[in-house]
C-alpha cells in the first residue's frame, strides 16, 4: 500500500467514525443541557460552591459567571506555579518563573494550552495533575456553555434568560468530559500511552549514552488535551512523543477525539432549535472547509519536488515515520481548525504553503469545526454575517432561525469577528518593529515572520501550536502572548453572550416565501465563501509576508 493510499483510507475511516457517533453523541448532549433534574453528584458540587444551579440568569449575569470563575483559575494555577518547588512529587523542579507562570495559567484557562517552556523538565506531577491537567476540563467546559447560552438565545423567544452558567458548566464537565475521557483514557493506555507517577529514570540508548526521563499521568491528560480541543503537551514533543502518542492507531484515535465533540455538537444545536437540517447545514459548513484543507495538505506535502522528497515518498523533515506524511497531514490540518494545538509532526518544518495552510486554519477563526463550543458559536456567529450580506443583496432584513438580525445584533456579531484578527495583526507588528531579544527569532526573513505570525495567531485564536524555531519563553512573548491568549478568548464571548441575549428577547417572525432557507446547500455555500472573503480581506496582506512569499520562493 502507498502512502498516499494509507492516508485515504485512514481520513474515509475517519470520517466513518464520525458519521457513527454524531447524532447519538450530539443528541445525547442536548438532553443534558435541556434536563431539569441533576444528579447527586452535581448537587453536591452546587452546595460546595454555593450555587442554585435551577435560576436563570440573563446574559450579563452568564457572563459574571463565566469571567468570575476563568480570573479564580488563573490565579489558583498560577499560584501552583509558584509553589511547586515546595510541593510534593515535584520531581525536583524549582517554582515557575513569574512570566511564564502568568503565560501558562492565561494559556490554560483560555483552553489555549500555548507553552514556552518543556514538559518534562519544568513541571512536576502536582502541577500537570491537579493543575493543567484539571484546566483542560473546566476550560473545555465552559466554551460549551457558552455555546449553549448562544443556541438558548435562538431557540428562546421574549425572554432575555440564558440558562445557570454554573449547571452548564458542572454538566459539561459531569455527564459529557469525564465519562468521554474514562473511555478514552483506557483506549490510549491499552494502545501504548503510558500512565504513573514514576520519578526521573534514566534511559539507554541505541547509539549508546542516556537520557533522563519522567513519567506521569499522561493518558488521563492526553485524552482530555485533545478531547477538549485544548492540546498542551506533557512532553515537549507532545503528541510526536511514543508515551503520548505511539502507534498510527492512537494517532487516528487522538484525532478523533479532537473532533468528537464540535462534530457532534452541530446535531445538538440542529436538536435545540427545533430543525436538525439547520444543523447539517453549519457541519457541512464545516466539512467543506476540514476536508478541502486535508487535501491541500497532503498534496502539498507529497508532492515529490526533488530527489529527497521523491526517495522519502513525501516532505518528511519534522515528521514522524510512524505516522507518514498522511497521518501527520490529517492531525495538522484537524489540529489547526480547531482550538486544540497539539502535533504530531512540526508545522515549522512543513513545505511553504504548508505551513500557510495550517496558519489560514486558525485565521478562519478555528471554526471547521473549531474548539469545543468555541467553534459553534464562531461558527453561528459568521452565519449571522452571511445572512445579513444576503439580506443586503436582495433588500430585505435579514433573519436566521426566526430571529431578525438588526442593527444591534449585526453590530454585535461584526465585533466580536474583528477582535482576534486585531490581536494577531497588531502584536505581531509590535515584535516586529521593537528590538527582540537575539535569541528569540532564529530564521530570518520570511520564515522568520511566519514564526512570529503565527505564534500570536496561534494565541489569540486560542490554538496554542507554534512554529518551531521562535524562542517564546522571554518576558515579552511570555506577556504579549498571555495577553493575546486572555483578550481572544474572553472578550469575543462578551459579544457572544449579549448577542445571545438579544436574540433570545426577540418574539420570532414566521417564515415567508422571501425568507432565506437556511438548511438549503445554497447557504452553506453562501456561508463557506463568505468566510473566505473575510478572512483573505484580513489576512492576505500578511499571509503575503510570509508563507506565500516562502512557498513561491
Known amino acids: 500500500m502507498g502512502p498516499v493510499t494509507a492516508g485515504v483510507l485512514q481520513l474515509l475511516a475517519l470520517i466513518g467514525a464520525l458519521a457513527i457517533v454524531h447524532a447519538p453523541l450530539g443528541n445525547y448532549m442536548a438532553r443534558v443541557y435541556s434536563s431539569p433534574e441533576h444528579l447527586r453528584v452535581e448537587k453536591w458540587i ?10 436563570e440568569m440573563r446574559w450579563t449575569a452568564y457572563l459574571r459567571g463565566v469571567l ?3 480570573l479564580a483559575g488563573v490565579l489558583f494555577l498560577y499560584l501552583l506555579q509558584r509553589v511547586q518547588g515546595v510541593l510534593p512529587g515535584s520531581l525536583g523542579f524549582d517554582s515557575v518563573a513569574p512570566a511564564q507562570a502568568f503565560n501558562t495559567a492565561a494559556s490554560f484557562v483560555a483552553n489555549t494550552n500555548w507553552q514556552s517552556y518543556s514538559g518534562e523538565q519544568t513541571m512536576g506531577h502536582v502541577v500537570q495533575t491537579a493543575g493543567l491537567a484539571v484546566q483542560n476540563f473546566v476550560s473545555a467546559a465552559v466554551g460549551m456553555a457558552v455555546a449553549v447560552a448562544l443556541v438558548r438565545g435562538f431557540a428562546r423567544a421574549r425572554t432575555g434568560e440564558l440558562g445557570n452558567f454554573w449547571s452548564d458548566l458542572v454538566r459539561g464537565v459531569t455527564r459529557v468530559l469525564v465519562p468521554l475521557a474514562v473511555v478514552g483514557a483506557l483506549v490510549l493506555v491499552a494502545g501504548g500511552v503510558i500512565q504513573n507517577f514514576s520519578g526521573i529514570h534514566e534511559v539507554g540508548q541505541f547509539a549508546g549514552g542516556s537520557q533522563q526521563w519522567n513519567g506521569g499521568a499522561v493518558a488521563s491528560q492526553e485524552v482530555i488535551k485533545e478531547l477538549g480541543t485544548n492540546g498542551g503537551g506533557y512532553f515537549n514533543a507532545n503528541s510526536a512523543h511514543p508515551f503520548e502518542n505511539p502507534t498510527p492507531f492512537t494517532n487516528l484515535f487522538e484525532i478523533f477525539l479532537i473532533l468528537l465533540i464540535p462534530v457532534s455538537l452541530t446535531r445538538t444545536f ?5 430543525s436538525v437540517r439547520q444543523g447539517y447545514a453549519i457541519l457541512a459548513t464545516m466539512a467543506t472547509f476540514w476536508v478541502g484543507f486535508v487535501a491541500l495538505m497532503m498534496w502539498t506535502e507529497f508532492a515529490h519536488q ?3 522528497l521523491q526517495a522519502a515518498g513525501g516532505a518528511m523533515e519534522g515528521k514522524e515515520l510512524r ?3 498522511g497521518g501527520s497531514s490529517i492531525f495538522a490540518v484537524t489540529t489547526t481548525l480547531t482550538s486544540t494545538g497539539a502535533v504530531d509532526s512540526f508545522h515549522a518544518s512543513y513545505t511553504g504553503f504548508g505551513g500557510g495552510i495550517t496558519m489560514l486554519g486558525m ?8 474548539g469545543v463550543g468555541s467553534g459553534l458559536y464562531g461558527m453561528l456567529i ?3 454575517i452571511a445572512v445579513f450580506v444576503a439580506g443586503l443583496m436582495v433588500g430585505r432584513t435579514p433573519e436566521y432561525l426566526g430571529k431578525k438580525i438588526g442593527p444591534r445584533e449585526i453590530k454585535l456579531a461584526a465585533v466580536s469577528i474583528l477582535i482576534t484578527p486585531a490581536l494577531v495583526l497588531v502584536f505581531t507588528s509590535l515584535s516586529m518593529a521593537l528590538p527582540t531579544p537575539p535569541d528569540s527569532m532564529l530564521n530570518p526573513g520570511a520564515h522568520g515572520f511566519s514564526e512570529v505570525l503565527y505564534a500570536f ?8 501550536s507554534a512554529f518551531a524555531g521562535l524562542n517564546a519563553n522571554t518576558d515579552w512573548f511570555n506577556t504579549t502572548t498571555g495577553l493575546a491568549l486572555l483578550l481572544g478568548r474572553f472578550l469575543p464571548m462578551v459579544f457572544v453572550l449579549a448577542l445571545a441575549g438579544s436574540l433570545a428577547g426577540q418574539q420570532p417572525v414566521p417564515a415567508t416565501a422571501g425568507t432565506l432557507r437556511t438548511e438549503k446547500p445554497l447557504f452553506t455555500g453562501l456561508l463557506v465563501g463568505a468566510i473566505l472573503i473575510i478572512v483573505g480581506l484580513t489576512y492576505f496582506p500578511a499571509l503575503a509576508l510570509g508563507p506565500l512569499a516562502e512557498g513561491l520562493a
Open 382 to 384: 459568521m452565519a449571522i
Open 68 to 70: 468570575a470563575f476563568s
Open 306 to 308: 526533488g530527489s529527497a
Open 457 to 464: 495567531t496561534s494565541a489569540a485564536n486560542n490554538n496554542g
Open 363 to 370: 485565521m478562519l477563526g478555528e471554526i471547521a469545526p473549531g
Open 323 to 325: 505516522f507518514g506524511v
Open 270 to 274: 440542529g436538536v435545540m432549535v427545533g
Open 46 to 55: 452546587y452546595k460546595g460552591i454555593g450555587a442554585r444551579p435551577d435560576t
